[in-house]
Each structure stands twice: as structure tokens, then as C-alpha cells.
């Protein structure tokens, strides 16, 4: 069994969705939105001996140029491959063609980050709540010689709500100070209404001011209208804004594919936060993914450490009040095909990236004022 390139957005999705719980990041419009920031998506499908399909992967590429001349390629594999993760022996043949496949494109490394299942919960020493075949497959990865990422590029850990429970039973199980907040921003006005492509410039906008006032850094206009843009005509995002008096506050933008609606973007405004207009939008997105057939809302995104330490922990404390479930995976692994360049690599990469942050900073402050 050997990877095969395929090509094609219909055909490409469809295959992963005849996989266990493929991720909206191996789509076909994943990879191409990726394009634009110089990577090159690469489709394989693995089939066994009856031609069924047992494993896919979107690959993405991009060259690198050494001061000397040389060429050398970093491939990623976003929250990939998609397969029985359990299956022992196909996991050992698609790691291996994955490695091969490396060295072949003289890459510095490939990076995986699947969503495999370490536990649930926040803590890592609770044995009734960690997943011992998650455990394994790590145990596999070190023993192959990949390394636990230094550069996690996703979020490792989530919340996922289960939306097979009723609309009572959602509001049930939240925190009182979360259902009240819901109905506060009834009570105050706030509505939600779901938006189209004539709001993705205003959404651009309001996710810049979001941007500059919690201190995180967004790539350009043209990466994000795009993106949102190619979704949203392929059936696979939807908009909700929250308005006060007919003017829009806050809004969502949620993914979905495979039965998971992703809560992948939010943004506010300065004005009206005290109406609770995000609780209202999470609310709103979970009855929306239970329409359009969902199974499980992901809020994308969990602390690594969970204390006030982490970064995360003020959203994460929001996501709380929804009294979901907690979720950590296995993380980002690298499987190391130059280990002289990756060592130069991850040295000189959080250089490169707190230069690009404080850029991205300035240009975050022209586009949101």
C-alpha cells in the first residue's frame, strides 16, 4: 500500500468524509487558502488491496532558500492524516510513506498534528479520564524518532459541546452565570442575525480591532476575505453577527464539515461589551450546528497549562461557562529528514516570528482605525 496523488475539490472532500472524523482542515479549500501564503497543497489517498480508500492526507509545501543557494522544503500536515488511528498496521505504513516522502522532497521536517485523543479533563494525572490508545500512538511516534513540536501551530486542546441533547438540555447543563448572561443580552436588545459576503469586509474589520486590543497578530485583509469567502460559497461557513440597534457589535465565523461545527473566528467591537453579545453568538452557533445536522460544536481552543499562567485561560474560563467537554490531543509531532537545518530552523524561527508579530502589529493598528 502506497500513497497516491489525487486532485479535485468534490472528489477530494468526499473521500474524507468516508473517513473517520475528518478535520475541516485537510478540505480542499483549507489547502487552497494556503496557497496565497506560498504553500502548495498536495493531495495522497493510501487504498488497500480492493482499491478502498483506508487513508488521506493534504500535505502542504513550501520552499525555503539558504543565503548559500540551497533549497530545502517544511511540510505540514494540518490536524492529518485522516484514518483509523488505531489500526496499528496501517498507522506504521502511512508513517512510513510519510517519512519516506520527506526525505524524498529533501524537506527539513514534516509536521503532523492530529487530533488524537490523549484524554479529557484538565488533568493529565486523572486515569479514568486519559485514553490509553492515545497514549500509544505518542509512544510510537518518539520510538520512530519523531519529536513533540516545539512549534504548535494549531490548538492542541478544546472544548467540544455535544449538540445531540436538546435546546433545554444545552441550557441545563450551563453555568447559571452563563444562562444569565444569555438572557441579559436578550433582555438588552441584542439580536442575531446570520451574514453574508457584503459583511466579510466588516467582519475584516472588526476582527482587526479585536486583534489589536487583545494583542495577537492576523495575516492581511485579502488572506481572510478569501478564506471566509471560499467557504461560505462552498456550503461550509456561516456568519453570525450580533447587532444593537441595527449595528453590528460582534460576530462569529464557524466552519463545519463532518458533523462538527468549528467556532474558528471571533471578534467585537469596543462599544456595547457589556450587553454580552458573545454569549448570545455561542448560544446562536450551537442551535445553528443543531440545524444544519451537527453532532458536536467545537469552541477551538484550550490552554496547554491549565492555570492563570497560560495565555488562554481568560477564554477558556468564557468556554467553561458552556460546560462542554474538555479535550487534549497528542499535539504537533516532527519527523526530522535534516537534522542539522531543523536545528538552525527552530532556532532561528521564533526570531523570525516575534520580528513578523510586531509587524503584524503595526499593520493590525492601520487596518482596524
Not at 22 to 27: D, E, G, K, S
Not at 264 to 280: I, K, T, W
Not at 325 to 339: K, L, M
Not at 341 to 357: G, I
Amino acid at each position: 500500500m502506497r500513497p497516491v496523488e489525487v486532485c479535485g475539490a468534490d472528489t477530494w472532500n468526499q473521500i474524507l468524509l468516508n473517513l473517520p472524523e475528518p478535520h475541516i482542515l485537510q478540505t480542499w479549500q483549507w489547502g487552497q487558502s494556503k496557497i496565497q501564503n506560498g504553500w502548495l497543497p498536495k493531495f495522497f489517498v493510501w487504498r488497500d488491496g480492493e482499491s478502498a480508500v483506508m487513508a488521506a492526507a493534504m500535505i502542504l509545501e513550501r520552499e525555503l532558500r539558504t543565503p548559500f543557494g540551497l533549497g530545502f522544503r517544511v511540510l505540514y500536515c494540518p490536524k492529518g492524516p485522516a484514518m483509523l488511528w488505531t489500526n496499528k498496521t496501517l498507522l506504521s505504513n502511512v508513517l512510513t510513506d510519510l517519512e519516506n516522502y520527506a526525505q524524498k522532497q529533501k524537506a527539513i521536517f514534516l509536521k503532523i498534528d492530529p487530533d488524537v485523543l490523549l484524554g479529557t479533563g484538565t488533568s493529565a494525572e486523572d486515569a479514568e479520564s486519559q485514553n490509553p490508545e492515545g497514549s500509544a500512538i505518542r509512544e510510537m511516534l518518539i520510538e520512530r524518532g519523531w519529536r513533540f513540536s516545539s512549534d504548535q501551530i494549531q490548538f492542541r486542546n478544546t472544548v467540544v459541546i455535544d449538540l445531540k441533547q436538546t435546546e433545554p438540555e444545552l441550557l441545563a447543563r450551563m453555568k447559571q452565570k452563563t444562562r444569565y448572561n444569555i438572557r441579559l443580552a436578550e433582555r438588552k436588545g441584542v439580536t442575531v442575525r446570520e451574514g453574508g459576503v457584503d459583511d466579510l469586509q466588516m467582519l475584516y474589520q472588526m476582527y482587526a480591532v479585536t486583534a489589536v486590543r487583545d494583542g495577537f497578530v492576523i495575516r492581511h485583509k485579502e488572506y481572510y476575505i478569501a478564506l471566509w469567502r471560499s467557504f461560505f460559497e462552498a456550503g461550509m461557513a456561516r456568519f453570525l453577527i450580533a447587532e444593537y440597534e441595527q449595528k453590528p457589535i460582534a460576530a462569529v465565523v464557524l466552519f463545519h464539515f463532518a458533523g462538527v461545527m468549528r467556532y474558528m473566528f471571533g471578534m467585537s467591537l469596543e462599544v456595547q461589551r457589556d450587553l454580552m453579545p458573545n454569549y448570545l453568538l455561542q448560544w446562536e452557533a450551537m442551535r445553528l450546528g443543531q440545524s444544519l445536522g451537527c453532532h458536536s460544536y467545537d469552541m477551538w481552543g484550550a490552554p496547554d497549562v491549565f492555570d492563570q499562567s497560560d495565555s488562554m485561560w481568560g477564554v477558556y474560563r468564557f468556554k467553561e461557562g458552556f460546560n462542554g467537554t474538555t479535550v487534549r490531543h497528542i499535539g504537533a509531532w516532527d519527523y526530522i529528514a535534516r537534522p542539522i537545518f531543523y536545528k538552525f530552523y527552530t532556532k532561528t524561527l521564533p526570531r523570525v516570528l516575534d520580528l513578523m508579530r510586531f509587524r503584524g502589529k503595526k499593520e493590525n493598528r492601520k487596518q482596524a482605525y
